[in-house]
Every structure is written in structure tokens, then in C-alpha cells.
């Protein structure tokens, strides 16, 4: 093995102790607990939406009570077949209720969806959730197009299983056998990644949405297999609660699940952080100069963005800064202190000031860089701040002449791609 592979590889394993550490560190078992409790509730109802979904499309017919085998055998294989039994009667129950028990049926798949979201929001260090009525819009997107899916996937597996593609002359032999068994797993990892993308309340890209799946769905097929082992040679619970077994079960059962879940959204949430740290370590602390140059090129991008009345993710920010996260990071935080940004409901970053007269020298004060206004206080000494106030005066006026270029003039002309201005110097 080269040195460029074991570097990467010590690389990997540097990141898979910093997730293993964030594991621990975010309490993330606690939240497992309070969404296993939550999915016991929420289990008849969302199988119930799921149901009226399905049944409003002619082409589901008769697939609810498979799709309902199907999915509690492999999310729950070891009771699959005891909770069929009791979620099919509850459900069955649900035609019967009044309008008020269906709105209750209702608000408790929400509360399900409101506890995954409020957890997703504290793993990507997300302090504002969504307003109330965009959450509702996404809890019920989640709700309605999951069980189309799921049915979509099942009518598909059917097929395969059936060998419904030899009229078009294919007969997919043990290719198909191969798809049978890995449907479920892909299914699975396309769940977790719709959940990382859907709920957290910012963007998160694409390829760490689907690693983080990816390691959730080989945890998940891992802890079907030890489990299912531990209640084969434990008789534990079936001697303790006898027929009601399968309820501590289910909710171990759950528990462990969801800590899987949690620990994949980890490694999305975690990634690019981790890769925006070590690309820092390539730039170096953060230089004034280098500071002002992404303060421009966020601005420049920003400001773009609101001409096309467009939102801006920091991912793009990412792109438009040649990927130094460390610094994009720094100089958002004082752009934002500084009255040039705000942030929307979405968390992402929005230009709010007007750029009208307003000049480097401005921006290069706002990010924290330069002595500012002369220090003039009558009880300090004279002697001192005299002298002081008129280097501090004669530095200030030399860089207003320097830098005096306003910034709509410096990022027209670098979109343009002329030469313009450049930004000098690393010194304060």
C-alpha cells in the first residue's frame, strides 16, 4: 500500500473517531429513547395515512396488506409477524373514528415527524426550526409521498419476483435473485437519505445525505442480524411478559434503530465540516487580506443571487470561495454582525445592506481590521494619545485613498473579468 493510500486511510479513520465522538458528545441516545416512545405512539397512524394514500390510487389495489407484511418484516423482523396482527386490527379500527380521531391520528404522525426534525436540527447545530407552516407542508409531504414510494418500490420487487420482464425477452436469472435481496437495502438507505435531506432546516448535499444513509443502512442490516441472535438464544422477555413480549421488544427494538438513524445523520451533518477543517489546514489562519477577499466574494455572489431573485446556499458560498470553509465560516459571522447579512427562515444567508457608497475601506473596518476611530479620552495621558490620534488619522485617510473603491465598482469589474483593483497585503 502506497503512502497516499495510508494517509487517506488514517484520514478516514480520523473522521470516523471525530463521528463516533459527536455520538457521544450529543447525547444522541437520549434522543433515540424519546423517538422510540414516539414511533409506538405513531406507528397505527402513520400506517393509516399511509393506507388512505395508497387506496386513492387505483394502481395500489390490494397492496396495502402487503405492503404492511413487507415493511414491518424487515423493519421490525424479529415481531414483524405479532405486530401485523395488532397494527392490522388498530388500523382496520381507524375507518370508525369520529373527525376529531382522525385529526388526533393526524397530529400524533406529526409529532413523530416534529421529534425526527427537532433532533436532526441539533446534530446539524441548527438553532431555528422552520416556521410553522413550511413544517406542516414538509410533515406532509414526507407523509404522502413516502407510502407512493414504498408502493412504487413493491410493485416493482413484484415484478422481479415474478419474472414479469420475459415478454420484453429478459430473463435476469441470478441478476434478479441478486435485486430481490438488495431491494430492501436500498430501499432502507434511500429512506434515511430522504430523511436527511427533507428534515433538517438547511440544505444538506446530496453525496452526504447518501454516505450518511449509506452507513445507516450497513448498521441497520448489521443490527438485524446480531439482534435477531440475541432473541434466539435469549428467552427473556416471552418468560417475563409472556404474550405481551413483543411490546418491550418492539421498543428495544426501536430504541437501537433509531440510534442507528441518528448516528447516519451524524456522518452526513459531520462530513463537511470535517472536509471544510481539513481544507482549512491547506489555507492557514485567517489574513486580513484573505478575509477581505471572501467577504468580497460572498458579497459578489450574494449580490448576484438578488439580482436573479435567487437564494444562496452556503454550499454554493463554498464554491464561490474556493472552498475554504474555515474562512467563509469567520467572515459570514462578522458580515452578519456587521449589518451586511441576515438570515432567513431557511438559515441561509441573504445581503440586507445597501452597497450604494459603500467602499473596501468599509468593509475591511466591518470585518474587524484596522485601529478604527483615534482613541481621544481626557483622563487618559495626553502625552500618549496625542501622538497616537495622528498616526491613527494619517493611517485612516491613507486608507480611504487606497481602498476608496466602492464595492459594487470592484465586483462589476471582477464579473466582468478585467483585471480591477487588487486586494494587497496581509499586513493590518
Not at 450529543?26 to 395515512?49: C, G, H, K, M, Q
Not at 450497513?218 to 439482534?227: C, G, N
Not at 452597497?355 to 483622563?379: H, Q, R, S
Request: proline residues 4%; negative net charge; aromatic residues 10%.
Amino acid at each position: 500500500m502506497d503512502e497516499k493510500r495510508l494517509k487517506r486511510l488514517a484520514d478516514e479513520l480520523q473522521f470516523a473517531r471525530t463521528v463516533v465522538r459527536r455520538f457521544s458528545q450529543d447525547r444522541v441516545l437520549v434522543a433515540a429513547a424519546s423517538l422510540s416512545y414516539t414511533s409506538l405512539l405513531a406507528i397505527v397512524p402513520l400506517f393509516a395515512i399511509a393506507f388512505s394514500v395508497m387506496m386513492a390510487f387505483p394502481v395500489f389495489d390490494g397492496m396495502t396488506q402487503q405492503l404492511l407484511s413487507i415493511v414491518l418484516s424487515y423493519t421490525a423482523p424479529h415481531i414483524g409477524g405479532e405486530l401485523e396482527t395488532y397494527v392490522d386490527r388498530f388500523v382496520s379500527n381507524t375507518s370508525e373514528l369520529t373527525t376529531l380521531g382522525v385529526v388526533w391520528l393526524a397530529v400524533t404522525a406529526v409529532m413523530l415527524l416534529s421529534t425526527i426534525e427537532t433532533a436532526f436540527n441539533a446534530i446539524w447545530r441548527i438553532e431555528k426550526s422552520r416556521p410553522l407552516g413550511m413544517r406542516l407542508i414538509a410533515y406532509w409531504t414526507t407523509l404522502t409521498l413516502g407510502p407512493l414510494l414504498l408502493g412504487a418500490g413493491l410493485s416493482v420487487s413484484t415484478a422481479f419476483a415474478m419474472n414479469n420482464f420475459m415478454p420484453l425477452g429478459l430473463d435476469f436469472g441470478v441478476i434478479r435473485n441478486m435485486a430481490l435481496r438488495m431491494l430492501p437495502f436500498l430501499f432502507a438507505v434511500g429512506g434515511f437519505a430522504i430523511l436527511y435531506l427533507a428534515l433538517p432546516n438547511r440544505r444538506v448535499g446530496v453525496p452526504y445525505a447518501l454516505l450518511g444513509a449509506l452507513v445507516a443502512g450497513i448498521l441497520f442490516e448489521a443490527l438485524k442480524a446480531v439482534f435477531g441472535i440475541y432473541l434466539q438464544n435469549a428467552g427473556t422477555f416471552e418468560s417475563v411478559y409472556g404474550s405481551l413480549a413483543a411490546l418491550p421488544v418492539f421498543l428495544i427494538w426501536m430504541y437501537l434503530v433509531w440510534a442507528v438513524v441518528l448516528f447516519g445523520a451524524i456522518v452526513a451533518a459531520t462530513r463537511p465540516e470535517w472536509l471544510a477543517a481539513r481544507r482549512a489546514e491547506d489555507f492557514g489562519p485567517l489574513t486580513p487580506s484573505r478575509a477581505l477577499l471572501r467577504a468580497l466574494q460572498t458579497i459578489g455572489c450574494l449580490l448576484a443571487a438578488s439580482r436573479d431573485s435567487q437564494m444562496v446556499d452556503e454550499d454554493r458560498l463554498l464554491d464561490a470561495t474556493g472552498g475554504d470553509g474555515a474562512g467563509l465560516g469567520l467572515v459570514l459571522a462578522r458580515l452578519q454582525s456587521s449589518g451586511y447579512l441576515a438570515r432567513t427562515d431557511e438559515d441561509q444567508p441573504v445581503l440586507v445592506r445597501d452597497l450604494d457608497g459603500v467602499t473596501v475601506a468599509d468593509l475591511y473596518i466591518a470585518l474587524g481590521y484596522g485601529p478604527g476611530a483615534p482613541y481621544l479620552d481626557d483622563e487618559e495621558d495626553p502625552r500618549w494619545t496625542a501622538p497616537l490620534a495622528d498616526l491613527i488619522a494619517a493611517y485612516n485617510a491613507a486608507r480611504d485613498e487606497t481602498m476608496g473603491t466602492l464595492i459594487k465598482d470592484l465586483i462589476a469589474d471582477a464579473s466582468a473579468g478585467g483585471d480591477g483593483p487588487r486586494v494587497v497585503s496581509d499586513r493590518s
